[in-house]
C-alpha cells in the first residue's frame, strides 16, 4: 500500500535489487526523500539497525520516469469522456455520438480524440446535428488544436454563425473555455486518480502544460491532497506578470507541499500542428499551395517571441516553445540564440539538418513524444512527403548532442513512458516494420530520456524510484510497452506497489 498523506516518509532498505538496467544486485537505503547508501547485497550494515527492509527479489530497481509534456485536467478529463481514437471518417465520430446519445440530460456531451489527418470526409456541424440536434455537442481532436461542435453547441458558446463547426487553434481553445466547466472538486479529483494511475506506470513527476493558471490551480488542489507525482505547473503568457510580480521563479516551490509542486516554465507557441496542418513550414501543404494557410501558421511573430522569452528569463522563469513544423523550429531556435537563455522546445517534429547542432550548442532540451512518431507517421508520409527523414529525428538529436526529455502530450498519446519508450526503440507500434529505422534509439537511450536525462541511482538524489519485474534490455517492444511496474516511490514514498 502506499505511504499515507500525513506520515512522514520513513528511512527503509531496499534490498535485493539489481541496480539500473543490466545492472549488479545492490542494497539501497532512502531516508529523507534521499537516497542515503547504495552499496553491494553483501553489505549487512546497511538495513541492520531496525530499520523496515523490503526484498524485492531481484527485481530491477530504476530512476523514476517522468512525463516531460502533459496537460493533465484534459488527461483527467479525456479519461471520462466519449473515445473518439481510431475513428476514420467524420461518420464514423457521428455513429458514436448518437450511440451516446441518450446520455445525459442536456448537459454538454463531450468527446475526445479524433484525427481528421486522413479522413475522406470533413467534420461539419450538420453531421452532427443530424444525429443530436438539441444537446451541445463538443468534440477535441487528439492534437487538442481544433474542436468540432454541432450548432446547439455554437451557440452556447457565442458562435451560432460558424460555418462549419471545426474551429482550430486560438479559436478553438476560446470556444471550449466558454463552455460550462467542470466543478474543480469533480475535476481535481478525477486529476488525483490519473496521478495515482500515472505512479502505477512508473511515473514520479511531470511538467504539466495544462491551458489557463495552472500555478495557482496547483496550489489549490495541493490543500486538497498529495499528488502521487511531482509537479511542474507551467505559466502561460497571460499569467506571466502576476508571476513574476510574485517573484516566482522556475523551480520554485508552491502549494501546500512545495516538495512536490513547483513552477514549470513558461509556455509559448510559434506554430500548430500537423494533423491540422497549422504546423509552420518552408514547404506548402499538398493541396493548400494557394491559400493562405499554405505553410502553416505562426502563432507569434518572432519579435514578440523574443521580446516575451527576454522579459520571463531576466525574472528567472525558463521558457518552454512549441514548434513543429521546421519553420518553426528555425524561429524557435534563433530566438534562444538572441536571448541566451536556457529552456526547452516542445515536440520538434520536423528539423533542418542544419538546426540539429543548434540544440546543443544553445543548450535548449528537445521535449518530445515518441508516440507521436508512430502515430502520425501516415499523416507525416502524406502531408511532409519527401522530408520525413527530418521527422521525429531522435537519433539525429541524440548523435547531434541534444538533451532528449520524453513526453505523451496526455491525452493526445497516454500518459504511459513504457509506450514512449517502446515507440523510440521500436519506431513502430503495429505490424508495420520500422518508419525510418535509423531513428531509433537504444534501450539505454530511451531510459535515460524518459527519466529527464538521470542515468544512475547515486547517493544524495532524491529516492524518485521505479521497480520493474523485467529487466528492459531483456524485453522486446510489446514487453516494453506493457512493462510490469511492481512498484514505484517519489520522494522517499511508495505511491505505487504492495507495500
Not at 456531451?109 to 470526409?121: A, E, I, Q, S, T
Not at 511515473?203 to 486538497?224: C, K, L, P
Request: charge should be negative.
Amino acid at each position: 500500500m502506499a505511504d499515507t498523506a500525513s506520515a512522514p516518509a520513513p528511512a527503509r532498505t531496499l534490498a535485493q535489487v539489481r541496480l539500473g538496467a543490466g545492472g549488479p544486485l545492490a542494497r539501497l537505503r532512502v531516508a529523507d526523500g534521499r537516497i542515503t547508501h547504495v552499496v553491494p547485497e553483501t553489505d549487512a550494515d546497511v538495513g541492520s539497525g531496525g530499520e523496515p527492509v523490503v526484498n524485492l527479489d531481484g527485481r530491477v530497481l530504476l530512476p523514476g520516469l517522468w512525463d516531460a509534456h502533459v496537460h493533465l485536467a484534459e488527461w483527467a478529463s479525456a479519461r471520462h469522456r466519449l473515445d473518439l481514437a481510431g475513428t476514420a471518417s467524420a461518420r464514423a465520430v457521428t455513429d458514436l455520438v448518437r450511440a451516446r446519445a441518450g446520455a445525459g440530460d442536456g448537459t454538454v456531451l463531450h468527446g475526445y480524440g479524433f484525427r481528421d489527418g486522413l479522413w475522406p470526409d470533413a467534420p461539419h456541424k450538420a453531421l452532427l446535428d443530424a444525429v443530436l440536434p438539441d444537446r451541445p455537442v463538443a468534440l477535441v481532436s487528439a492534437d487538442l488544436h481544433a474542436a468540432w461542435f454541432n450548432s446547439a453547441c455554437l451557440a452556447l458558446v457565442g458562435r451560432a454563425d460558424h460555418p462549419t463547426g471545426l474551429i482550430r487553434e486560438h479559436e478553438a481553445h476560446e470556444a471550449l473555455a466558454a463552455l460550462p466547466a467542470t466543478p474543480a472538486e469533480v475535476l481535481d479529483g478525477w486529476i488525483e486518480e490519473a496521478c495515482r494511475a500515472a505512479a502505477a506506470r512508473g511515473v514520479t513527476g511531470v511538467i504539466d502544460f495544462q491551458f489557463g493558471d495552472t500555478v495557482a490551480d496547483w496550489e489549490r488542489r495541493s490543500a486538497r491532497f498529495r499528488p502521487a507525482v511531482r509537479v511542474l505547473a507551467a505559466v502561460y503568457p497571460a499569467h506571466l506578470d502576476a508571476a513574476i510580480k510574485r517573484g516566482l521563479r522556475t523551480g520554485d516551490e508552491v502549494g501546500a507541499d512545495g516538495s512536490l509542486v513547483r513552477v514549470g516554465p513558461l509556455k509559448l507557441f510559434t506554430d500548430g500542428s500537423l494533423n491540422t496542418r497549422t504546423a509552420l513550414c518552408r514547404d506548402p501543404y499538398p493541396g493548400l499551395e494557394d491559400t493562405d494557410g499554405a505553410h502553416g501558421i505562426e502563432q507569434t511573430a518572432p519579435d514578440e517571441l523574443v521580446r516575451l522569452m527576454r522579459r520571463a528569463a531576466a525574472h528567472g522563469i525558463e521558457p518552454a516553445v512549441h514548434a513543429i513544423g521546421d519553420r518553426a523550429n528555425t524561429v524557435a531556435l534563433d530566438a534562444f540564440e538572441a536571448v541566451r537563455c536556457r529552456g526547452r522546445i516542445e515536440h520538434a517534429q520536423l528539423l533542418g539538418p542544419e538546426d540539429l547542432p543548434r540544440f546543443a550548442q544553445l543548450g535548449v532540451a528537445a521535449g518530445v513524444q515518441p508516440r507521436h512518431a508512430t502515430d502520425d507517421r501516415d499523416v507525416a508520409d502524406r502531408h511532409w512527403a519527401g522530408r520525413t527523414e527530418r521527422a521525429f529525428a531522435y537519433g539525429d538529436l541524440l548523435a547531434a548532442g541534444a538533451r532528449l526529455e520524453f513526453g505523451s502530450d496526455a491525452p493526445v498519446s497516454p500518459l504511459d513512458p513504457w509506450l514512449a519508450i517502446a515507440s523510440a526503440v521500436s519506431r513502430t507500434d503495429d505490424e508495420r516494420p520500422a518508419w525510418h529505422p535509423e531513428q531509433r534509439l537504444s534501450v539505454r537511450d530511451a531510459l535515460i530520456a524518459a527519466a529527464r536525462g538521470r542515468r544512475l541511482i547515486r547517493v544524495g538524489d532524491p529516492a524518485d524510484l521505479v521497480v520493474v519485474d523485467v529487466d528492459p534490455l531483456d524485453a522486446d517492444p510489446d514487453t516494453l510497452r506493457t512493462m510490469p511496474v511492481h512498484a514505484t516511490m517519489t520522494n522517499g514514498r511508495w505511491t505505487h506497489g504492495p507495500y
